[in-house]
């Protein structure tokens, strides 16, 4: 009988562990809605967004990115997170000073392993890389402008791999959009 009890009281206790950690993992979370896996906003509203300075423009979902977040970390550019902060993507151009092909680039700048890639296309026109880390995708893309030491046009995405699905139109319609202005 004693037994019995002493089971008892531990599966008690070790649900009461598992319940509250769950509620503490939720209770960090931004909001109900947004943990809905693979649910992003009905309308996304495209923009454009340029950077005028060198010729780049983009289309990216000001439905999701509703926040400017500052200036890009590197060359002209802005950040944009989206309003539960789990989303951000970062616009910038840069000046290509020491006259980089796509892969010259990636291997001087690259910070993680090559290994760490789960997508990788090399163009001599273009990069694109995408990794998962820590349940997050991490998507980067570089234009390279065709006359010799011209601007880089670069996006770098981050967004939950939980909802990957969900996003994969999104990154493909974005990544397709960059380029610099025409005339």
């Not at 979902?61 to 970062?90: H, N, W, Y």
């Not at 980067?140 to 006359?147: K, L």
Request: charged share 25%.
């Amino acid at each position: 009988m004693k037994v019995r009890i002493k089971f008892g009281l531990t599966s008690v206790l070790v649900t009461l562990a598992v319940l509250s950690n769950l509620l503490l993992m939720l209770s960090l979370l931004p909001s109900a809605d947004a943990q809905v896996r693979g649910r992003l906003p009905e309308r996304l509203d495209w923009q454009t967004f340029q950077v005028p300075e060198f010729g780049t423009t983009v289309d990216y979902p000001s439905g999701i990115f509703s926040s400017a977040d500052g200036k890009a970390e590197m060359g002209v550019g802005q950040r944009f997170t989206s309003a539960d902060g789990r989303s951000v993507l970062t616009i910038y151009t840069r000046e290509n000073e020491d006259g980089d092909t796509p892969a010259s680039y990636l291997k001087k700048n690259l910070r993680l392993g090559r290994s760490a890639l789960d997508y990788e296309r090399v163009t001599r026109a273009f990069f694109a890389i995408s990794s998962n880390q820590q349940g997050l995708i991490l998507y980067s893309r570089c234009n390279f402008s065709s006359e010799a030491g011209g601007a880089i046009h670069c996006f770098d995405l981050i967004y939950p791999r939980a909802e990957e699905r969900a996003w994969d139109a999104i990154v493909s319609r974005i990544s397709r959009s960059l380029r610099p202005l025409e005339g």
